[in-house]
């Protein structure tokens, strides 16, 4: 897995290819996952995720755009110690909503932090939003603000990998990928099955990649 044992900032984007109505989805296992691999005992090492079909209902604090970006600067925040987040966010932060100003604040964290920093960033299932014309730019914009912290932080800065997994083929946000033959999977409906991937063989492969990065 080259995406995540690489010691610079990465984008991957994964197609899982099943339906939209499959609760169950691999997209939604594969974040959880790497999320739950990341050791924060290992130096300065973040993890951030959000599960978008969780936050689909207007009511939900975290729904629209703009929620998904303050969570995850939340996330950020609360493993950051005091100090270090105390000077990097200012006082106003959770007052102003706009997605652009949510996201001009998250970059500008990531941006601050130490060059020994990691940051593992998951967001399943961004498509569902592709059908929803109202807001779809705003996720764009989200998106886009995710993948120049990455680019800005794999020339100087700390590592930000960053995971886009959606349960089902996008047809729109996949397309905002530069390098898509590099950094977007295609998951074909069926994989063989070759011996499957157990818990032993899952925390070897992630205890071996962090090891690599730290």
């Not at 493993?79 to 997605?99: E, G």
């Not at 601050?112 to 939003?129: G, K, M």
């Not at 990455?150 to 590592?159: L, N, P, Y």
């Not at 998951?187 to 063989?192: C, E, G, R, T």
């Amino acid at each position: 897995m080259d995406w995540i044992s690489s010691s610079t900032s990465e984008t991957l984007f994964v197609n899982c290819n099943t339906q939209p109505a499959n609760s169950g989805s691999p997209s939604s296992y594969l974040c959880s996952k790497l999320h739950e691999s990341v050791d924060p005992g290992l130096g300065l090492c973040l993890g951030l995720s959000f599960f978008c079909r969780d936050h689909v209902k207007p009511d939900d604090p975290y729904f629209g755009a703009a929620a998904l970006a303050r969570s995850l600067l939340q996330q950020l925040l609360e493993q950051l110690p005091h100090t270090l987040s105390r000077d990097l966010v200012p006082r106003n932060a959770n007052r102003i909503q706009s997605t652009s100003y949510q996201c001009g604040i998250l970059e500008d964290v990531v941006l601050r932090l130490p060059r020994d920093a990691f940051i593992l960033c998951a967001i399943d299932s961004i498509n569902i939003h592709e059908d929803q014309d109202s807001n779809y730019e705003e996720f764009e914009e989200v998106l886009e603000s995710l993948l120049q912290i990455r680019e800005k932080t794999a020339s100087s800065g700390c590592v930000f990998k960053l995971l886009i997994a959606c349960s089902w083929n996008s047809r729109r946000l996949y397309k905002l990928i530069p390098d898509q033959r590099r950094d977007v999977m295609w998951l074909p409906v069926k994989i063989p099955q070759q011996g499957g991937l157990t818990i032993s063989k899952w925390k070897y492969i992630m205890d071996k990649s962090m090891n690599v990065l730290v």
